[in-house]
């Protein structure tokens, strides 16, 4: 049996850096407060002409591009999105269209949250593998994720407003006999703790009127407390999870990549387990929490930075809204 192996990666950031002091204009906050509670410094939001699609474009031209891959040799498309620019068509149609891919290449997008890129390598390796998608002529897959979540975003609202920001990150994977994969999906159903409402004159909002008429309801609303007690047990049965199926235990593994949401999150697991501290990369100070695209930033940066040489072992554990988790377990 072949796994799926990452082979190439690429990101977008937009154009303006926002610091944590620049939020103390806008909002009763302080540089102090935002690091000693997330570990967050800056965030990057869109800026004009940019956006989740341009993001996502320009992250896969990069991944191709780091691959010496072309786009014809694409088989498939999945975006992992919570705030895509259209409902129909989908962005990895989108996307296909701006980098040429158009011979017949499968393309959707999913939305599992801070999840989704975990989700998108399990449905990859799921489809490659059995030959539902990519071929000889077609092997690889692109694997972006894409947030623009700044539009979202109440900025009278410190609870919120300081933790997100916008990127993209994409990867490019293929089918290959020596490496090693395993993954793992699950949620729970819990709305209250981590949501937006959709805004749109359509009976789809019967069950939220204020949806139709209240812009407001289209904010990211948060369960803090909530989200981080989730999160913290979610982190911990990942990897343990991870250990068991992968028979690597944390201790030996190389690094852990985890959704780029609160360095209290990965800190408080991380002593909880006695773990060094060099295992978990983090770069959520520069970019805070990027839902989809925080685990395929984090991956391309350590790529950037030569930490990824052929022969590391991986975890990667996702865990947002849904609410949602995911881990995988990946060899380079």
Same mark, same amino acid.
């Given at each position: 049996?072949?796994?799926?192996?990452?082979?190439?990666?690429?990101?977008?950031? =937009?154009?303006?850096?926002?610091?944590?002091?620049?939020?103390?204009? %806008?909002?009763? %906050?302080?540089?102090?407060?935002?690091?000693?509670?997330?570990?967050?410094?800056?965030?990057?939001?869109?800026?004009?002409? &940019?956006? $989740?699609?341009?993001?996502?474009? $320009?992250?896969? &031209?990069?991944?191709?591009?780091?691959?010496?891959?072309?786009?014809?040799?694409?088989?498939?498309?999945? %975006?992992?999105?919570?705030? =895509?620019?259209?409902?129909? =068509?989908?962005?990895?149609?989108?996307?296909? &269209?701006?980098?040429?891919?158009?011979?017949? $290449?499968?393309?959707?997008?999913?939305?599992?949250?801070?999840?989704?890129?975990?989700?998108?390598?399990?449905?990859?390796?799921?489809?490659? &593998?059995?030959g539902s998608a990519c071929d000889q002529a077609h092997p690889y897959a692109l694997l972006i994720g894409t947030e623009q979540l700044s539009r979202m975003l109440n900025f009278k609202d410190r609870s919120t407003c300081v933790l997100f920001g916008d990127g993209a990150a994409a990867a490019l994977v293929r089918l290959d006999d020596e490496a090693v994969f395993f993954s793992h999906t699950a949620a729970r159903g819990d709305a209250g703790k981590l949501f937006a409402q959709t805004i749109g004159p359509n009976d789809m909002n019967a069950h939220y009127p204020a949806a139709r008429t209240d812009p407001a309801a289209s904010w990211l609303k948060m369960d803090g407390p909530g989200v981080f007690r989730f999160a913290v047990t979610a982190l911990e049965e990942e990897i343990r999870l991870l250990e068991e199926k992968s028979g690597v235990g944390a201790g030996d593994i190389d690094y852990i990549v985890c959704h780029q949401a609160n360095a209290r999150i990965i800190e408080h697991v991380r002593k909880r387990r006695g773990l060094p501290k060099e295992k978990f990369f983090m770069n959520l100070q520069e970019y805070g929490n990027t839902s989809g695209a925080s685990i395929p930033l984090a991956l391309c940066e350590m790529m950037e930075k030569g930490m990824l040489q052929s022969g590391r072992r991986i975890f990667c554990i996702g865990f947002g809204a849904g609410l949602t988790w995911a881990g995988a377990y990946l060899t380079f």
């Open positions: 049996m072949s796994f799926i192996k990452i082979i190439g990666m690429g990101k977008a950031v =937009p154009s303006i850096r926002v610091r944590n002091q620049d939020l103390e204009k %806008t909002v009763e %906050t302080s540089d102090a407060w935002i690091r000693s509670r997330t570990g967050i410094k800056a965030r990057h939001f869109c800026g004009k002409g &940019e956006s $989740a699609l341009s993001l996502a474009a $320009a992250a896969a &031209e990069n991944a191709l591009r780091s691959s010496a891959v072309i786009p014809a040799q694409v088989g498939l498309v999945i %975006t992992a999105c919570v705030n =895509p620019d259209c409902f129909v =068509p989908s962005m990895a149609c989108l996307v296909e &269209e701006k980098l040429g891919i158009c011979h017949g $290449a499968a393309a959707f997008d999913i939305n599992a949250a801070c999840s989704g890129f975990i989700y998108s390598l399990q449905i990859a390796q799921a489809l490659m &593998e059995n």
